[in-house]
């Protein structure tokens, strides 16, 4: 019995247009039934009356047209059923699991069965775990499930293909983890395919910061080194063939004393536990103090490199860690003591004289890299956060300010609320100060920010009003606010800011020691800040071809007759000069060379000027 029998046109029909030869058997043969016999026929309940097309219900699919189920049989058209999973998945929105699939299929059967068959159910639970992926992630992971692979993606018509390639080009860049070998495969990502094993144990590479300290195998507490962020399973894929990192964490670790060899039988003993192991002979006419003296002179030596680990430290463990709401972040332990085996004693400086601010900046240097761990995108992050950190007691520390400033490297010092940021700078704590004038500099990099420029020009005095109230801001917090002005206007040729940066660099000095120490760090800084605010300029910028900022800073850099200067003229005024420097009518290139130097450069940089 045919189609044309019973009366199915739509079947009839579809058959003739893929079959063209069909069209003359049936003018030659003729219908079984007769039209009185067609009527008695009950109306199928399991096929449907009209033929489902596959192109034109994908179609439709695509376009979001509502339309009704595509019919199945079980084990029939297998293809085509793992086609429309694959086509809804990527295309349509999917509400929950249950009703996407009741949207997609219309189970054919005689015999009364559940309405999901194995291929169905499967579906429904795939939806359920894949909530969070994106249309063309689910896309590829499913397509994985079901066992295809780019052979069979190739093996399509090219219109079908093209869609199912496309979300493989969308996923290759940057696949989620966790994933199964065979997805990788579909990917072609070979990389990410033989470390599919460790992928689907891991939870993700960043770990949450804990104060709690690790203990070794006689159960004594480990100190803080702060790399604990590592992932140490991910890096032993990185390195699989040596021990580096491992190599890399002595190194740099900087909480336990340093040790000093004071006998040749301890030199050879410990020289290949520690880099820093360094010999004191004891000589035969060398007295009990001049001994102790040469072991703190070595001590320093060795401190030196100790003081140095903080910066390759913060570079390690960059954006390592994400923030805990309860717990604040662990700044390791500097340590800069030292033990003389063979009995381990104590050395400290006690019998030399060392500067007093000798351990100001590392300390800075060790909060920086503590707040480098940290990713830009923490959200736990705010104001309250950042106070919780803060030392205990009233006074800041230097590790603070480092740490202050890291969070401006990051983007989170701006969430700081005004009231803390005025607490912090009425402080007086010089390394807190630098650390938010460089932080808030770093986030508002290029902006012109109103609020930061107020709060940096309160520490440049070239900034403020003459008649306005003298400040003493010590000389380091200053050439951090210089070098922040260049920061928030970077990229902008600013006419003032550019105006009174060029005369900051051949800045005179002043009455009563004004700037008259470290004048070079203050030119180099405001030489820096002044290329920062004409990057890439030249002599292009609008509204500053009266300056003659070239010509300048080539004076600068050269030496030669000072030219007058209406900025310091109207600043100065009021003002006697400097009697304890005397420098005459020439340019001291000593000071204002480097930073005039470096401000040319950065000005024509990559702007091709001969």
């Given at each position: 019995?045919?189609f044309r029998?019973?009366?199915?046109?739509?079947?009839?029909?579809?058959?003739c247009?893929l079959?063209?030869?069909?069209?003359s058997?049936?003018?030659?043969?003729?219908s079984?039934l007769?039209p009185?016999?067609?009527?008695?026929?009950?109306?199928?309940s399991v096929?449907p009356?009209?033929?489902?097309?596959f192109?034109r219900?994908?179609?439709?699919?695509?376009?979001?047209n509502?339309?009704?189920?595509?019919p199945h049989?079980d084990?029939i058209?297998k293809k085509?059923?793992?086609l429309?999973?694959?086509?809804?998945?990527?295309f349509?929105k999917?509400?929950?699991?249950?009703?996407?699939?009741?949207?997609?299929?219309?189970?054919?059967?005689?015999a009364?069965?559940s309405l999901y068959?194995e291929?169905?159910s499967?579906l429904?639970g795939f939806v359920n775990?894949?909530?969070?992926?994106t249309?063309?992630e689910?896309t590829v992971?499913y397509?994985?499930e079901?066992g295809w692979t780019v052979g069979?993606?190739s093996?399509?018509p090219?219109?079908?293909s093209l869609?199912?390639y496309?979300a493989?080009a969308?996923?290759r860049?940057?696949p989620?983890s966790g994933?199964?070998?065979?997805?990788y495969?579909?990917?072609?990502?070979?990389?990410?395919s033989?470390?599919?094993d460790?992928?689907q144990r891991s939870?993700?590479?960043?770990?949450e910061?804990?104060?709690?300290?690790?203990s070794d195998?006689?159960?004594?507490?480990?100190?803080?080194?702060?790399?604990e962020?590592l992932?140490?399973d991910?890096l032993?894929?990185?390195?699989?063939?040596d021990l580096r990192i491992?190599e890399v964490k002595?190194?740099?670790?900087?909480?336990?004393?340093v040790?000093?060899?004071?006998?040749?039988?301890a030199?050879?003993?410990l020289s290949f536990?520690?880099p820093s192991?360094?010999?004191?002979?004891?000589?035969?006419?060398?007295?009990d103090h001049e001994?102790?003296?040469?072991?703190?002179?070595?001590?320093?030596l060795?401190?030196?490199?100790?003081?140095a680990l903080p910066l390759?430290?913060?570079m390690l463990?960059?954006h390592?860690c994400r923030?805990?709401?309860?717990?604040p972040?662990?700044?390791?332990?500097?340590?800069?003591?030292?033990?003389?085996?063979?009995?381990?004693?104590?050395?400290?400086f006690?019998h030399?004289?060392v500067p007093?601010?000798?351990r100001?900046?590392p300390?800075?240097?060790?909060?920086?890299a503590a707040?480098?761990?940290l990713?830009?995108?923490d959200?736990?992050?705010?104001?309250?956060?950042?106070v919780?950190?803060?030392p205990?007691g009233?006074?800041?520390t230097?590790e603070?300010?480092?740490?202050?400033?890291?969070l401006g490297l990051?983007?989170?010092?701006?969430?700081?609320f005004?009231?803390v940021?005025?607490?912090?700078l009425?402080?007086?704590h010089?390394?807190?100060?630098?650390?938010?004038a460089?932080g808030?500099?770093?986030?508002?990099?290029?902006t012109?920010?109103?609020?930061?420029t107020?709060?940096?020009s309160?520490?440049?005095s070239?900034?403020l009003?003459p008649?306005?109230?003298?400040l003493?801001?010590?000389?380091n917090?200053?050439?951090a606010?210089i070098?922040?002005?260049?920061l928030?206007?970077?990229g902008?040729?600013?006419?003032?800011?550019?105006e009174v940066?060029?005369?900051?660099i051949g800045r005179p000095?002043g009455p009563?020691?004004?700037?008259?120490?470290d004048r070079?760090?203050y030119?180099?800084?405001?030489g820096l800040?002044l290329?920062?605010v004409?990057l890439k300029h030249?002599s292009?910028?609008?509204?500053?071809?009266d300056?003659?900022?070239?010509?300048q800073?080539?004076?600068?850099?050269?030496?030669?007759?000072?030219?007058?200067?209406?900025?310091?003229?109207?600043?100065?005024?009021?003002?006697?000069?400097?009697?304890?420097?005397?420098?005459g009518?020439q340019?001291n290139?000593?000071?204002?060379?480097?930073?005039?130097?470096?401000?040319l450069g950065?000005?024509?940089?990559q702007t091709?000027?001969?």
């Open positions: 019995m045919s029998d019973v009366g199915w046109s739509e079947y009839v029909e579809h058959y247009r079959h063209p030869h069909l069209v058997i049936m003018e030659q043969e003729h079984q007769k009185d016999q067609r009527v008695l026929l009950p109306e199928p096929i009356l009209f033929h489902p097309v192109n219900w994908l179609y439709n699919s695509i376009l979001g509502p339309q009704d189920p595509f049989m084990f058209c085509t059923h793992q429309i999973a694959i086509y809804s998945l990527y349509n999917i509400p929950s699991s249950v009703q996407f699939v009741d949207t997609l299929f219309r189970r054919l059967s005689i009364a069965s068959t291929s169905t499967h429904v775990k894949t909530t969070k992926f249309p063309a689910r992971l397509m994985s079901i069979d993606i093996a399509l090219f219109s079908l869609p199912l496309e493989l969308v996923v860049e940057n989620p994933w199964p070998e065979s997805a495969a579909l990917l072609v990502r070979k990389d990410l033989k470390q599919s460790w992928l939870k993700g590479c960043l770990k910061i804990s104060t709690q300290s690790k195998s006689k159960g004594k507490p480990a100190d803080t080194d702060g790399m962020g992932d140490d991910l032993k894929f990185r390195f699989p063939d491992t002595k190194l740099l670790q900087s909480a336990r004393p040790c000093d060899c004071s006998h040749s039988e030199r050879s003993e536990l520690h192991l360094l010999p004191i002979f004891l000589l035969s006419m060398c007295s001994f102790l003296e040469q072991q703190e002179m070595r001590l320093l060795v401190s030196q490199r100790t003081m390759a430290r913060g463990t960059m390592t923030s805990s709401i309860t717990e972040v662990p700044i390791p332990k500097l340590n800069l003591s030292g033990r003389a085996p063979p009995r381990n004693t104590n050395i400290a006690q030399i004289d007093d601010n000798v100001d900046w300390w800075f240097h060790n909060g920086v707040g480098l761990q990713g830009p995108n959200s736990k992050i705010d104001s309250a956060w950042i919780y950190n803060q205990e009233k006074n800041l230097n603070f300010g480092g740490f202050l400033m890291a990051t983007g989170h010092l701006t969430k700081l005004r009231m940021l005025h607490k912090y009425c402080s007086s010089e390394m807190t100060g630098i650390g938010l460089l808030l500099a770093a986030a508002k990099k290029g012109m920010d109103v609020a930061v107020k709060i940096l309160l520490h440049i070239a900034l009003p008649t306005s109230t003298e003493a801001v010590p000389h917090l200053q050439v606010a070098l922040g002005i260049g928030v206007y970077q902008t040729a600013h006419r003032h800011m550019a940066l060029l005369g900051e000095p009563e020691l004004e700037n008259c120490a070079e760090s030119s180099l800084a405001a800040a290329g920062m004409l030249g292009d910028a609008v509204g500053l071809s300056l003659e900022l070239a010509n800073l080539y004076l600068y850099m050269a030496g030669g007759h000072k030219r007058p200067s209406s900025h310091y003229n109207s600043l100065d005024t009021g003002k006697s000069p400097c009697y304890q420097i005397q420098e009518d340019v290139v000593d000071v204002t060379s480097p930073g005039a130097t470096l401000a950065l000005m024509f940089l091709g000027n001969k």
